[in-house]
């Protein structure tokens, strides 16, 4: 009998990228939480982002952002969180 909600794999997927990105998630969340503006998030958000990308590739991205979300969630910085799930570059 299958029951719904959070899939086995989906969470262990999760596990193991949060194993893997552990050092920027650290770094990244550390950075983006000592912000003092909305600018300076924007910015830090951004800088966090782009270095990420550069390192690991676009496609890693999303797990990455929902990871630094959540990381920032259990530093009680619910606003930063908010701000990195829904961060979008200006056109």
Do not use: C, W
Request: charged share 25%; proline share 4%; aromatic share 8%.
């Amino acid at each position: 009998m299958m029951t719904h909600g959070a899939k086995p794999g989906r969470l262990a997927h999760k596990h193991q990228y949060r194993s893997i990105y552990r050092l920027e998630l650290a770094r990244g969340s550390s950075y983006i939480a000592s912000t003092l503006s909305p600018e300076s998030l924007r910015s830090a958000i951004a800088e966090v982002l782009d270095e990420f990308s550069r390192q690991y590739g676009q496609d890693k991205l999303p797990v990455f952002r929902e990871l630094l979300a959540e990381n920032l969630e259990d530093r009680a910085n619910g606003n930063a969180a908010h701000a990195v799930r829904n961060f979008a570059r200006p056109e």
